[in-house]
């Protein structure tokens, strides 16, 4: 079953076929807030790339956030447009679960936990917690979350065991995380330069998945339009700025 992926949530635009477990083509760009001028061109390469026509993809996926408010739209709106001309069933994706899948297999069987995280603006993370099994695969145990620096921190000190930070806000902040945590018992870690933003290759290896495990989602295009809800986890800044004015 092929699947294009693809992520505008945050700084860095991807896009990414694959057909199953296989990657046959990715692109990815740090894009500058340019999400809707480089998107297009990256999709048309991509599949080119992968030397396939728009007619043989399966299914369209998308990073749904948490990210930037603008770039996620960008990229829900377009997955929903080819989606919708194509007939194709849309997968959201949790860009936090992209992160964790991301974490090769003989690194997260070093650790208890991951915890992915992105950059929120104004000062704040988002994050999830996810589990490490014994395989070595990841399962969120929490629903996504943003606040400050020092939420996470008390987050990851609740659960006191072994964890491994991604995501490009825990590599700017790796100082004061490993600081304001101390010397434990258990032990952390932070992901490499790789780690650092979602990538639409995880988007679409997850998509597959849950087509795998759930037919109807393949059925359910025949009966509506394609559609999927951003993860915001909080107003959009011009709605907060309306909204303190409003009440000035």
């Known amino acids: ?111 208890d936990i991951v915890v992915p995280t992105i950059d929120a603006r104004r000062r704040e993370v988002a994050w999830a917690t996810h589990r490490v099994h014994d395989a070595g695969a990841t399962t969120r145990v929490d629903a996504p979350q943003v606040g400050s620096i020092e939420d996470l921190l008390v987050a990851v000190r609740e659960r006191g065991q072994n964890c491994l930070f991604v995501g490009d806000f825990a590599a700017r902040h790796r100082d004061h995380i490993t600081t304001a945590l101390g010397p434990q018992a258990w032990g952390i870690a932070f992901g490499d330069d790789t780690l650092n933003w979602p990538h639409a290759k995880q988007v679409a290896l997850l998509a597959h998945g849950q087509l795998l495990r759930d037919d109807s989602l393949v059925d359910e295009v025949q009966r509506r339009a394609p559609s999927v809800p951003a993860m915001y986890l909080r107003e959009a800044d011009a709605e907060i700025n309306w909204a303190t004015r409003s009440h000035a």
């Open 1 to 111: 079953m092929i699947v294009l992926g693809i992520d505008t949530a945050t700084d860095v635009v991807s896009v990414a076929v694959v057909d199953g477990d296989v990657v046959l083509a990715a692109s990815e760009l740090r894009s500058e807030r340019r999400h809707a001028e480089d998107l297009t061109p990256m999709i048309d390469f991509v599949v080119k790339r992968a030397g396939l026509a728009f007619s043989d993809l399966a299914a369209i996926a998308v990073d749904v956030g948490p990210g930037l408010f603008t770039g996620m739209r960008v990229g829900i709106a377009s997955a929903q447009a080819l989606a919708h001309a194509l007939s194709l069933p849309l997968i959201g994706i949790d860009g936090l679960a992209a992160l964790a899948a991301a974490v090769p297999t003989a690194t997260t069987l070093q650790f």
